[in-house]
């Protein structure tokens, strides 16, 4: 759970008192001010915003599915859109202006580069997880170094997992939401199938 979705309040105290003033608009006027809310939340939101919790800023009834649509219809044509990652959505920059944003904005350090071993160790932990050291150099065919497996829990890419029920019971590894986030995932199953070779 994010610090961002820690300091949401729960349904109970939004309610549908939150709602009362808009009851005497025409549905139209209604849903459109359901659309502005659900915008609004996701523009102040750095991280995912689940569907519960856009749920919490419209009227009962409503469809977060459908103005999510109406929304995401809205921005067609428009340099940024609407994404669901990390089971939640999110406003996203669309690719294609990815080289006008670098030419005329400062996008700092990129902390996010990876060295080739970085890129695999991830993809293997991705795949294969809950995942110990040992069971990556299955797959590598040489030890895993701390270090870099330390710099992915640093970039908050990897996290412990359970304990592995091998010998000495060591810890695991498992990807964590930013790394939904970073790759661009609603899941763990929107990973592309692997291409095994025999």
């Known amino acids: 759970m994010t610090v961002a979705t820690r ?6 105290e939004g309610g549908a008192v939150f709602d009362r003033d808009l009851d005497d608009l025409p549905q139209e006027l209604r849903w459109r001010e359901w659309m502005g809310r659900i915008e609004a939340v996701l523009f102040a939101s750095a991280s995912p915003v689940s569907r519960e919790d856009l749920a919490r800023v419209v009227g009962q009834g409503a469809s977060v599915e459908m103005l999510i649509e109406d929304v995401q219809a809205e921005l067609t044509g428009r340099p940024y859109e609407l994404a669901q990652v990390a089971g939640g959505w999110m406003f996203r920059t669309r690719t294609q202006f990815a080289a006008a944003i670098k030419a005329a904005a400062d996008p700092g350090e990129q902390p996010l580069a990876f060295s080739e071993m970085e890129m695999g160790v991830l993809c293997a932990i991705a795949y294969h997880q809950p995942i110990d050291r040992a069971g990556l150099a299955e797959i590598f065919g040489k030890e895993v170094s701390r270090d870099l497996l330390a710099r992915l829990r640093y970039k908050d890419l990897i996290a412990s997992g ?5 010998p000495g019971a060591p810890h695991t590894f498992v990807t964590t939401e930013t790394f939904l986030v970073t790759f661009d995932l609603h899941s763990l199953r929107d990973l592309p199938d692997l291409e095994l070779t025999t």
């Open 162 to 166: 359970p304990r592995s029920p091998r």
């Open 7 to 12: 300091k949401r309040k729960p349904a109970e």
